[in-house]
């Protein structure tokens, strides 16, 4: 009697696992990282849609657009999180995105208007370096120099793509003269954005191409305040990162479900302290204290999404036809 109960438990416990909607977002791997979003994302969610969240680390953010269209119509994901504005043109090129219906009080910069992507963050490029070094005021003076930077591959990472269309946007057809003077600084390329971080971190280079709010990171987490990101007169290119979901997902509402709590406070007061980034909605207690120390640009840099597109191959040429000599 006592074995019949226990299978009836089991098969109890299975069918009812089994009944459990699964939500699948494919997204960057330090949003999944225990430091990272996701975590915090994937129990605040499973508290109140009643799924099992699964998110699935699949590279740096400009790789995941090159799965899902690798994968296509066939692929597993409902939603993905993790594309920019320098990515959405080329994302929705490939028909498999659908409409969304997320509406917010957005705190961009800018008013936003896409059917298509939701934004959860946002930021402005810059290079990090130590507190008490002399840093470059502009692209120039860092070619002049004799620092060592490391970056990430376009190809791969959106913070990458973002360097060439930050250039690109200063300079424009002048360009490939700002890469030719920069391919010395350069002291490698990586894959993605943690790659590029740690080896900064380890001494390995002078400066890292990330945010304007990666020393944030140091301040609140660490209370260290020896990093900062230099301030360049050109300006600085904004970063928008966006969600979207799949036309063929198989849990739309859910995906729609999800996309909404993506812009709730619930999510959003997260992002700060795990992403590192400003908040696509300011939180209901506001930014966390630390923030305010943060560097300003007094101009920022974006190009629309359609310009991105057309200049991203153009700009990725210019880049490796530098870093190739």
């Known amino acids: 009697m006592k074995h019949l109960v226990l299978a009836a438990g089991l098969l109890g416990a299975t069918a009812a696992y089994a009944d459990t909607p699964e939500l699948i977002v494919y997204t960057y791997d330090s949003f999944v990282s225990d430091w990272g979003p996701g975590p915090a994302v994937e129990k605040a969610f499973e508290a109140t849609c009643g799924c099992d969240l699964k998110l699935v680390g699949a590279g740096d953010g400009a790789a995941l657009l090159a799965r899902v269209k690798?994968?296509?119509?066939?692929?597993?994901?409902?939603?993905?999180?993790?594309?920019?504005?320098?990515?959405?043109?080329?994302?929705?090129?490939?028909?498999?995105?659908?409409?969304?219906?997320?509406?917010?009080?957005?705190?961009?910069?800018?008013?936003?208007?896409?059917?298509?992507?939701?934004?959860?963050?946002?930021?402005?490029?810059?290079?990090?370096?130590?507190?008490?070094?002399?840093?470059?005021?502009?692209?120039?003076?860092?070619?002049?120099?004799?620092?060592?930077?490391?970056?990430?591959?376009?190809?791969?990472?959106?913070?990458?793509?973002?360097?060439?269309?930050?250039?690109?946007?200063?300079?424009?057809?002048?360009?490939?003269?700002?890469?030719?003077?920069?391919?010395d600084n350069v002291l490698t390329v990586t894959k993605g954005w943690s790659e590029a971080y740690g080896l900064f971190l380890e001494g390995e280079a002078d400066m890292v191409l990330s945010y304007t709010t990666s020393p944030a990171y140091h301040l609140i987490a660490e209370e260290d305040a020896s990093k900062?990101?230099?301030?360049?007169?050109?300006?600085?290119?904004?970063?928008?990162?966006?969600?979207?979901?799949?036309?063929?997902?198989d849990q739309p509402e859910l995906?729609?479900?999800?996309?909404?709590?993506?812009?709730?406070?619930?999510?959003?007061?997260?992002?700060?302290?795990?992403?590192?980034?400003?908040?696509?909605?300011?939180?209901?207690?506001?930014?966390?204290?630390?923030?305010?120390?943060?560097?300003?640009?007094?101009?920022?840099?974006l190009l629309s999404e359609d310009?991105?597109?057309?200049?991203?191959?153009?700009a990725l040429d210019e880049w490796l036809t530098a870093l190739s000599r």
């Open 70 to 183: 690798l994968e296509g119509a066939r692929s597993d994901a409902d939603v993905v999180l993790g594309l920019d504005t320098n990515l959405t043109a080329a994302a929705k090129e490939t028909g498999l995105f659908a409409d969304h219906s997320v509406s917010a009080d957005y705190a961009l910069p800018f008013a936003w208007e896409d059917a298509t992507f939701a934004p959860y963050d946002w930021g402005y490029f810059a290079f990090v370096h130590k507190a008490d070094a002399v840093a470059p005021q502009n692209f120039g003076e860092l070619a002049a120099s004799d620092l060592k930077i490391v970056i990430q591959d376009p190809r791969s990472s959106t913070p990458g793509l973002g360097l060439l269309m930050w250039v690109k946007a200063a300079y424009g057809d002048k360009a490939p003269e700002v890469w030719d003077g920069l391919a």
């Open 228 to 249: 900062a990101a230099a301030v360049f007169d050109e300006g600085h290119y904004m970063q928008v990162e966006v969600a979207g979901k799949l036309a063929n997902s």
């Open 255 to 301: 995906a729609d479900q999800f996309l909404a709590f993506m812009v709730s406070d619930a999510f959003q007061s997260v992002i700060p302290t795990t992403n590192w980034m400003y908040p696509a909605v300011t939180p209901a207690e506001g930014l966390p204290k630390g923030f305010e120390t943060l560097v300003s640009p007094e101009k920022s840099l």
């Open 307 to 314: 310009e991105a597109a057309a200049l991203r191959d153009v």
